[in-house]
């Protein structure tokens, strides 16, 4: 029981730090119609510039304000020097562009800093757990980075729904023309909403952190599965991105946290562990087919 | 100043046309980018720094190094060495890290009469039956790596363990390598993905299973992701951790600080092996690359003095037999101080027991507290019919 509490948690907060990536992804890919592979090399160099700051001051607080800015000004130059003149162009030269940009940003961090990994710690004050239930004290800054998502799952929302800059966001995705011809700065727009996406991956790097490993290429791990989130929950739609990294996150938790035990009620011991764990990596995979199948444009498509 | 240029130019020509008949070409194809990247890089600069020493020779025999990056793909790997026998007329290889692209670049190497050293991957189709009178280790053989844990988790009275790793090849060698030595008894095996950043719920089964202690093997990134979470779940401080020398390196601990804290390691090299080789290898790594040497840097020089003890026999040349003859009696200083040839070309050496140390300054790094096993060789070498 304890365990399974644990699991769901842990499967939620996965699938919340996913969303924090997928946010951003799903408004560039979704309302400028860009596919941006670079999207994960924001995300590292967001928690690269969160680590350098948090070594040099030892404050978490001036890290992720270090990311953000870092992150949302290298957003407005990319969109500002490249993707403008490309957002034109079909999706091939996207994918060029963009997988040319991982290259250099990969080069570039290597050169500057070093191929081995950076030390990033957490903040000392969220060292500590929480005590969820008897027996299960969870690690506090996991708390937070889901909290963090929750908070971002509703600004984005908010912002979205009651703004007047998520009302041209929404209409400029589906009658680019029409509102370019009311009146509205269509390349200002992409401009906001390509450094956005930029900021919420910074913050994803510097929140992932002190979990995972600061390293080169620490993007690209992460890229697939965010494509499946926002291919999963229907382009362009936060609402569809929220639901569609939960349920990757809790599956692929899950099933790599039951699969296990589940075939060992059939197979022995080393099969059913080996299995296991082979299944648990393809199982996200096909709850996106499933997904496809039932809802070939996601969970929940921006309306036409 | 027309003076200066055209000595400047002459030079240069000079460089140019100097015999080149007399340098042996060794070919370095080792991972440069992607996560593990560090890992050739530091090979590579212990190598550089060894033949540098020598003022461009190894064993008193002139060589020039070519590098390129293998991606670690073993498609890559096995092109770069294609391309060097061909155009380079490259005869002796080394520099390969990872064992997938080993047991792609090797075989292209010795199908053409060629000789492979290797600085670091020790696959064991090429440790026992599969040995080859061309092919050498002078690193390890994967095995041996996981036994030493497997050693250290008995020498602790470890009674229950859980063991993980990624479900790849090397993953599942680790298992059984630990597995030979260890005779506690295995509560659970967990199988990670090798894309894996978050161990949160393997970590919760960890907790459910109450072990006396856990092993895991875990390179690089994925290494420093699983000791941070470790760190942050709690358990570090109530379920003892025993990995080998890959899960828990210089660069490892640089990167996870306080978490690499009491974790039990083993490796062949530590940076404090009390040793004069060891001593002025860190010196000098240190001086000429401002950074602290990996067990991958120790292990990049090391094989650069092994393989000048084999070019000292052979001369330019090259001739396989004279090289495999100097070759095989190692008689050169290593960092790792205990080495010999096994029969099937693979090393016997010592192993100690390492752990993270805080100093007083609060730096961590890593210690080296005793021998594990004396002169281990690997469990394949009986199969190898080598003499």
């Known amino acids: 029981m304890i365990l399974v509490v644990e699991q769901i948690l842990n499967g939620a907060q996965f699938g919340l730090t996913l969303f924090l990536l997928a946010a951003g992804l799903t408004l560039i890919f979704g309302i400028m119609g860009v596919v941006h592979l670079a999207h994960g090399s924001l995300y590292m160099l967001g ?32 969109e500002y020097l490249m993707m403008r003149r490309l957002c034109a162009r079909d999706h091939l030269v996207h994918v060029l562009a963009t997988f040319g ?31 969820i239930m008897q027996d299960l004290p969870y690690p506090l800054y996991r708390l937070v ?38 009146g509205v700065n269509i390349d200002q727009l992409f401009l906001i909403v390509f450094a956005l996406g930029a900021l919420l991956a910074g913050l994803a790097g510097v929140m992932i952190g002190p979990i995972r490993s600061v390293q080169i290429g620490m993007g690209e791990q992460v890229l697939i599965l965010t494509f499946v989130v926002i291919v999963v929950g229907g382009i362009g739609s936060i609402r569809g991105a929220f639901i569609g990294a939960l349920l990757v996150g809790m599956s692929d938790t899950l099933g790599r946290a039951f699969a296990p035990s589940l075939l060992k009620l059939w197979l022995s011991h080393s099969q059913a562990d080996a299995m296991g764990s082979a299944l648990s990596s393809i199982l996200v995979y096909v709850v996106m087919a499933i997904v496809l199948i039932v809802r070939p444009r996601g969970l929940c498509p921006i309306e036409e | 100043m027309r003076f200066k240029t055209l000595l400047m130019a002459g030079a240069a020509l000079a460089a140019f046309s100097a015999p080149s008949f007399a340098e042996v070409k060794i070919g370095f194809i080792t991972t440069l980018s992607t996560p593990g990247g560090y890992l050739g890089e530091d090979a590579r600069d212990g190598f550089l720094l060894a033949v540098e020493e020598e003022g461009g020779k190894l064993g008193g025999v002139p060589v020039k190094v070519l590098v390129e990056d293998d991606q670690l793909k073993p498609a890559n790997g096995k092109q770069i060495a294609e391309k060097w026998l061909e155009s380079e007329k490259v005869k002796l290889f080394t520099g390969v890290i990872f064992s997938n692209v080993a047991l792609a670049v090797a075989p292209t190497i010795l199908e053409a009469g060629g000789i492979y050293v290797s600085p670091n991957a020790g696959p064991s189709q090429y440790a026992g039956k599969g040995c080859d009178k061309n092919y050498y280790v002078t690193s390890w053989q994967n095995d041996t790596l996981h036994e030493s844990a497997g050693a250290l988790a ?59 202690a856990v092993f895991q093997f875990h390179p690089g990134g994925q290494g420093i992701a699983f000791l941070k979470q470790w760190a942050q779940s709690g358990l570090k401080d109530q379920i003892p951790m025993v990995v080998a ?37 860190v010196k000098a790594f240190v001086s ?56 099937n070309q693979h090393p ?14 609060g730096k961590v790094s890593l210690h080296s507290f005793g021998k594990v096993l004396e002169h281990q060789a690997d469990a394949y070498a009986s199969a190898c019919e080598l003499k």
Do not use: C
């Open chain 1, 145 to 182: 980075v889901m909290g963090v998502g929750l908070v971002v799952a509703l600004l984005l929302w908010w912002m979205m729904a009651h703004t007047r800059l998520g009302m041209l966001i929404r209409a400029g995705s589906l009658q680019r023309e029409m509102v370019a011809a009311l």
């Open chain 1, 101 to 131: 940009l991982v290259l250099f940003f990969n080069g570039l961090v290597a050169f500057g800093v070093g191929r081995a990994p950076v030390f990033m710690n957490g903040p000392q004050e969220l060292n500590g757990f929480v005590l």
């Open chain 2, 154 to 212: 008995n020498k602790l009275g470890y009674k229950r363990m859980v063991l993980l790793a990624p479900n790849y090849p090397a993953g599942k060698d680790a298992l059984t390598g630990f597995k030979r030595m260890f005779r506690g008894e295995v509560v659970e095996e967990m199988y990670t993905n090798l894309d894996q950043t978050d161990f949160a719920a393997e970590i919760a089964r960890v907790r459910a299973a109450k072990p006396d």
């Open chain 1, 47 to 78: 928690a690269y510039a969160g680590a350098m700051v948090m070594t040099m001051t030892s404050s978490f607080l001036l890290a992720i304000l270090a990311a953000l800015s870092f992150s949302f000004i290298l957003g407005l130059a990319i």
């Open chain 2, 245 to 281: 020398s890959p899960s828990l390196e210089q660069k490892i601990v640089a990167s996870v600080g306080d978490a690499a804290l009491g974790i039990k390691g083993t490796s062949h090299w530590n940076g404090d092996l009390d040793n004069e080789t060891n001593k002025a290898f």
């Open chain 2, 348 to 361: 016997i050496e010592d192993w100690y027991e390492i752990g993270a140390v805080k100093d007083a300054d």
């Open chain 2, 288 to 343: 000429k690359y401002h950074r602290e040497p990996t067990v991958y840097a120790s292990q990049g020089y090391d094989d650069a003095k092994l393989i000048g003890a084999g070019l000292k026999g052979a001369g330019e040349t090259l001739d396989n037999e004279a090289f495999r003859k100097a070759m095989l009696k190692a008689d050169v200083k290593l960092t790792r101080g205990s080495f010999a040839f096994n029969n």
